[in-house]
């Protein structure tokens, strides 16, 4: 029968505090860098030019296909060995190049769910590819990207929970850590996990508030 | 005056991956302020050759020249060409997620670098030229196909182009549309715009068209005044084509006329 512990949890609220607040850092540090770089490699993946596309393509299909958990140890452990990384930024940009992959397909997909004729029209006005991408593609596919980005990012934040393994300090170590000093370990990870869900959750009403806004004409 | 044709085409073809040609050894010269008609069954090459002249296709063979331009070549520089030759397709195309009158500002900025003031003015003349007077700030989602395609064509006509290209124009509205666009391009071919109309309007082709080319299977097999290539065409398959068409029930737009 378990007996619960619950008295001994709340001294270590500063340390849960403070954790929380490194896997928000990390969460938004990724989500931003993430999104610049799947940005750009969904962008060269519809674009005309054949080496580029190839470029992001390789990309996309690399980083699909290996454990986000390599991807992290490849960077600590292993270019770690020759340069000074520290645990923050190997996992930043591990889970960075690791979601760039993902948000690039949504990015592709977003675009290649605007109809052709949006391009030609543009083109046949006079604009430039890179006009016609800027002011009439890229807004109509971003509105329609916006949920299932969302989502990628609720994913991310999540992900951020392997950065425990490259010793990182946010919420997933530190509540190993506690747990291997109190022994209670329902408590400690029903607690982190509810700091979790509350954060996934705000992500995921932002995205349905943002759908219901978008559905506006 | 300058005599030149304002859209000269010597030998134009185009192959689709597969090795097929879409438009095979075309030649053809629309002259200043004329409108040309082409026609032919679906498949046999009318979009293909229109999309050649503002390369949304790339040619294969021949050249083609438009208003003293060559424009075939790999330095051609496509932005430009498009700037002085206007497409409206059969499906508007127009921007949903801007209004009417952003569907005409945004591309007279950007291309034009026009102030958007004075865009904002050339919008709102052309948009009550076509006939939408006071529906500026509707979205397309808003507008009816027929005002859709004049929005389209306005749009075209803000970049003012040298020659306008309609591909199949009229064939995605409903026939008590058909008659509102028809009749803006009839109203910009009497004012002397350069036109070519690929549509299966034989009304529309009879009274505004000055000449008119049937195409069959990728080759031009005839070119002529366009009453005489309706009414009286010489070879057999554009005969074959033109009774099909005039036996159609709703007589195509026959009774626009």
Redesign the interface.
Known sequence: MYTWHWDELPQYAPLIAAATARTLQISVVSILLGSVLGVVAGLMRVQPLKPLRFLAAAYVELLRNIPLMLVLYLIYFGAGAFLPVSPFWASALGLSIFEGAYVAEIVRAGIESI?R??M?????????YF?SML??VA??AA?RSLPPLTGQFVSLVKDSSLASLVSYEELMLVGRQINSRIFSPFEVFLTIGAIYFAICLVLSLLSRWQEARLAR? | MNTEPMVEMRGVSRRFPGGHYGVRGVTLEVQRGETLVIMGPSGSGKSTLLRCVNGLETLDEGEIIIDGMHVNHLTTDWNKVREEVGMVFQGFHLFPNRTALDNLVLPQVVVRKRPVSEAKATALRLLDRVGLGGKESRYPAQLSGGEKQRVAIARSLAMSPKVMLFDEPTSALDPEMILEVLDVMRSLAREGMTMLVVTHEIGFAREVAQRAVFLDAGVLVEAGLARDLIDRPETSRCRAFMQRILRRPEGGIAAWT
Not at chain 1, 120 to 128: F, K, N, P
């Open positions: 109809d004729g949006q030609e029209a543009a083109r046949s006005l006079g604009m430039s006009q002011h009439i807004p109509q509105r004409p």
